[in-house]
């Protein structure tokens, strides 16, 4: 294979509107129609995003993330950053005249990831026709709408910050390779990799990428000293401005592993000086040598990082309940390895681990083989790698992997076709169909779901269970629960947010770690002998018992007591002391507490 010509024009706008609008509708008309009368918001994480903007709307200050209706009666500060809500916010303001306060969620809902989806496109076919020429725009826009793990992130509906990282993951890969030849576009990738790490901490895995790639192309190029002061300075100083719109003044020196805090800013920092001290350093004519410098520097600066929080070694969840980490976030189906994901989700773990895999495997051989723009190419591939890594860790990694896989894949795509019109035999035919195929991660979940024998019955009570659990979260499941005065609630953890969001009503849990007592007390409440599930209710002043009867949780652990209310509800022989108020027609049951 040869190398492509690359441009550094603009793509073709046209052809970006035209696939953008084709994705676009077909994601509308999906999510209006595909899901008939399932919710909007469907997953926990989009409803409490609706939950904090509605919030802040109302009033509630920009450093003020504590959910006073979360882990009722003391309430939960979350950790999550007002830069998402802000847009949100915005779009809600200026519905809402016009369309009423409830449909101003839905029709944000819609605006926001649509507007993602377009910045995201463009951003390909420009790394693409970069990378690759005007010949690799085209699978760098189909492509990603093809992808399981972008679909999933962008549609209507997607109002949490996983979108939002994905994106700023793709600039940092553009920067960062245009830095390269242009220095100041490292101030660019700086910026933006100290925005991701104050909107996410799943961010770190690129933002690791992006300082390697800054360091390798001054260790590789003295003469580049510029490009890598020039990021180490911009992620410094971006850092610590986001720490001063995160935090206010008297906290900005509380440490925390799971949200942009000194801790993380101290690396920042640390990257900071290393490289502008290293940029200055003289005489350092090999490469090993200035590599020995970095790493020198980078371990020294890192040690005290760590020796001033020792507990973040143990990760965004170090400080996590222990019992919680095994039953709770070690039960959650994409935080599983990508191997694992292949028996338990394997039209899912192959749609979007196939793609990222043989795209490190062309991305190897593209930097081994052809000269040109051979930098570019070995910057594209430490993102690559880095991001490929966490998603064979943790499955839901794929979200942040597929887009550098993208010019990778243009590259293999343009490069069949080129051997295909210089040869068109059926075997040249069959390398550009298969290309294509290789990297369609929808195609791929069809033609594995397809060689899968799944029995239709099984298929069948899998959708039936999901369709089922999906009814409980739709406004209407809440519409006489929100006719009440404000109640304190015991939900089912994956009920809380939808709770929340249609009703006025406080509730123990939502799936937050930062409210692990909240989750510990639901997780008791559901499993422990039902004399303690009281206790908790009259502890918290608990009114109402609400429960989705498909949710897993009801169903409880294999260590349930004998006496607790998921085995006294599977025999239906609740105490009397939980009164079924419920509704016939209703999805949800509800229990009124009542005096002992």
Same mark, same amino acid.
């Given at each position: @294979?040869?190398?492509?010509?690359?441009?550094?024009?603009?793509?073709?706008?046209?052809?970006?509107?035209?696939?953008?609008?084709?994705?676009?509708?077909?994601?509308?008309?999906?999510?209006? +129609?595909?899901?008939?009368?399932?919710?909007?918001?469907?997953?926990?994480?989009?409803?409490?995003?609706?939950? @904090?903007?509605?919030?802040?709307?109302?009033?509630?200050?920009?450093?003020?993330?504590?959910?006073?209706?979360?882990?009722?009666?003391?309430?939960?500060?979350?950790?999550?950053?007002? %830069?998402?809500? !802000? $847009?949100?916010?915005?779009?809600? @303001?200026?519905?809402?005249?016009? %369309?009423?306060?409830?449909?101003?969620?839905?029709?944000?809902?819609?605006?926001?990831?649509?507007?993602?989806?377009? *910045?995201?496109?463009?951003?390909?076919?420009?790394?693409?026709?970069?990378?690759?020429?005007?010949?690799?725009?085209?699978?760098?826009?189909?492509?990603?709408?093809?992808?399981?793990?972008?679909?999933?992130?962008?549609?209507?509906?997607?109002?949490?910050?996983?979108?939002?990282?994905?994106?700023?993951?793709?600039?940092?890969?553009?920067?960062?390779?245009?830095?390269?030849?242009? $220095?100041?576009?490292?101030?660019?990738?700086?910026?933006?990799?100290?925005?991701?790490?104050?909107?996410?901490?799943?961010?770190?895995? &690129?933002?690791?990428?992006?300082?390697?790639?800054?360091?390798?192309?001054?260790?590789?190029?003295?003469?580049?000293?510029?490009?890598?002061?020039?990021?180490?300075?911009?992620?410094?100083?971006?850092?610590?401005?986001?720490?001063?719109?995160?935090?206010?003044?008297?906290?900005?020196?509380?440490?925390?592993?799971?949200?942009?805090?000194?801790?993380?800013?101290?690396?920042?920092?640390?990257?900071?000086?290393?490289?502008?001290?290293?940029?200055?350093?003289?005489?350092?004519?090999?490469?090993?040598?200035?590599?020995? %410098?970095?790493?020198?520097?980078?371990?020294?600066?890192?040690?005290?990082?760590?020796?001033?929080?020792?507990?973040?070694?143990?990760?965004?969840?170090?400080?996590?309940?222990?019992?919680?980490?095994?039953?709770?976030?070690?039960?959650?189906?994409?935080?599983?390895?990508?191997?694992?994901?292949?028996?338990?989700?394997?039209?899912?773990?192959?749609?979007?681990?196939?793609?990222?895999?043989?795209?490190?495997?062309?991305?190897?051989?593209?930097?081994?083989?052809?000269?040109?723009?051979? =930098?570019?190419?070995?910057?594209?591939? +430490?993102? !690559?790698?880095?991001?490929? +890594?966490?998603?064979?860790?943790?499955?839901?990694?794929?979200?942040?992997?597929?887009?550098?896989?993208?010019?990778?894949?243009?590259?293999?795509?343009?490069?069949?076709?080129?051997?295909?019109?210089?040869?068109?035999? $059926?075997?040249?035919?069959?390398?550009?169909?298969?290309?294509? !195929?290789?990297?369609?991660?929808?195609?791929? =979940?069809?033609?594995?779901?397809?060689?899968?024998?799944?029995?239709?019955?099984?298929?069948?009570?899998?959708?039936?269970?999901?369709?089922?659990?999906?009814?409980?979260?739709?406004?209407?499941?809440?519409?006489?629960?929100?006719?009440?005065?404000?109640?304190?609630?015991?939900?089912?953890?994956?009920?809380?947010?939808?709770? @929340? %969001?249609?009703?006025?009503?406080?509730?123990? &849990?939502?799936?937050?770690?930062?409210?692990?007592?909240?989750?510990?007390?639901?997780?008791?409440?559901?499993?422990?002998?039902? /004399?303690?599930?009281?206790?908790?209710?009259?502890?918290?002043?608990?009114?109402?018992?609400?429960?989705?009867?498909?949710?897993?949780?009801? /169903?409880?652990?294999?260590?349930?007591?004998?006496?607790?209310? =998921? &085995?006294?509800?599977?025999?239906?022989?609740?105490? /009397?002391?939980?009164?079924?108020?419920?509704?016939?027609?209703?999805?949800?049951?509800?229990?009124?507490? *009542?005096?002992?």
């Amino acid at each position: @294979m040869t190398g492509q010509t690359t441009d550094r024009r603009l793509p073709d706008l046209r052809l970006v509107a035209v696939v953008f609008l084709v994705a676009a509708i077909t994601l509308v008309l999906r999510t209006a +129609v595909g899901r008939g009368g399932g919710p909007f918001f469907v997953d926990a994480d989009d409803a409490m995003r609706m939950v @904090m903007v509605k919030d802040f709307v109302a009033g509630q200050g920009w450093y003020d993330l504590v959910e006073r209706r979360l882990n009722t009666p003391f309430g939960a500060e979350l950790h999550w950053s007002r %830069l998402v809500d !802000l $847009p949100l916010a915005l779009l809600v @303001m200026l519905f809402t005249p016009i %369309l009423g306060a409830s449909t101003a969620l839905i029709a944000a809902g819609y605006v926001w990831p649509m507007a993602l989806l377009a *910045l995201l496109l463009w951003l390909s076919a420009l790394l693409a026709q970069r990378l690759v020429g005007p010949d690799g725009v085209l699978p760098a826009l189909v492509l990603p709408v093809l992808s399981p793990a972008i679909t999933a992130e962008f549609s209507p509906g997607r109002v949490d910050h996983h979108n939002v990282i994905i994106l700023l993951t793709l600039a940092m890969v553009w920067a960062g390779i245009e830095a390269i030849r242009r $220095p100041r576009f490292a101030i660019l990738c700086g910026l933006l990799a100290a925005t991701a790490l104050a909107i996410a901490i799943e961010s770190l895995p &690129s933002i690791a990428a992006a300082i390697l790639v800054m360091g390798m192309v001054w260790m590789f190029d003295a003469k580049r000293a510029a490009t890598m002061r020039n990021f180490g300075i911009a992620f410094a100083v971006g850092a610590v401005v986001h720490l001063a719109i995160f935090r206010p003044p008297s906290r900005w020196f509380e440490s925390a592993c799971d949200v942009i805090s000194p801790v993380y800013v101290g690396v920042a920092v640390v990257v900071g000086l290393v490289f502008t001290l290293a940029s200055f350093v003289p005489n350092l004519r090999q490469p090993w040598q200035r590599f020995a %410098l970095l790493a020198v520097l980078g371990a020294a600066g890192l040690g005290v990082i760590f020796l001033l929080y020792p507990q973040c070694l143990r990760g965004p969840y170090g400080e996590l309940d222990p019992w919680l980490q095994t039953n709770w976030i070690g039960a959650i189906v994409e935080a599983r390895r990508w191997l694992s994901t292949l028996t338990a989700l394997p039209a899912y773990a192959i749609a979007v681990g196939l793609p990222v895999l043989l795209a490190v495997v062309v991305g190897f051989y593209r930097v081994w083989r052809v000269r040109d723009d051979r =930098a570019e190419w070995a910057a594209l591939l +430490v993102f !690559l790698v880095c991001t490929a +890594v966490v998603m064979l860790a943790q499955v839901r990694g794929a979200r942040l992997a597929i887009m550098p896989a993208i010019p990778a894949a243009a590259w293999l795509i343009v490069a069949a076709r080129q051997r295909y019109l210089a040869n068109p035999k $059926p075997l040249p035919i069959l390398g550009l169909v298969a290309s294509w !195929l290789a990297f369609s991660g929808i195609v791929l =979940a069809l033609l594995v779901t397809a060689i899968m024998a799944v029995a239709p019955a099984q298929l069948q009570e899998g959708v039936e269970a999901q369709g089922s659990r999906d009814q409980c979260l739709v406004p209407s499941a809440f519409q006489d629960l929100a006719a009440l005065p404000p109640e304190r609630i015991m939900t089912p953890i994956d009920l809380g947010a939808h709770m @929340m %969001l249609y009703t006025p009503h406080e509730v123990v &849990s939502a799936p937050y770690h930062r409210n692990q007592r909240g989750v510990l007390d639901t997780f008791r409440f559901f499993n422990d002998p039902i /004399a303690e599930a009281r206790t908790i209710l009259d502890e918290r002043g608990i009114g109402l018992v609400v429960i989705c009867p498909e949710m897993s949780e009801i /169903a409880g652990l294999s260590t349930k007591a004998p006496d607790s209310f =998921a &085995s006294l509800y599977a025999l239906g022989e609740l105490p /009397a002391w939980l009164h079924d108020v419920s509704l016939p027609d209703s999805p949800l049951k509800v229990y009124a507490v *009542l005096p002992q």
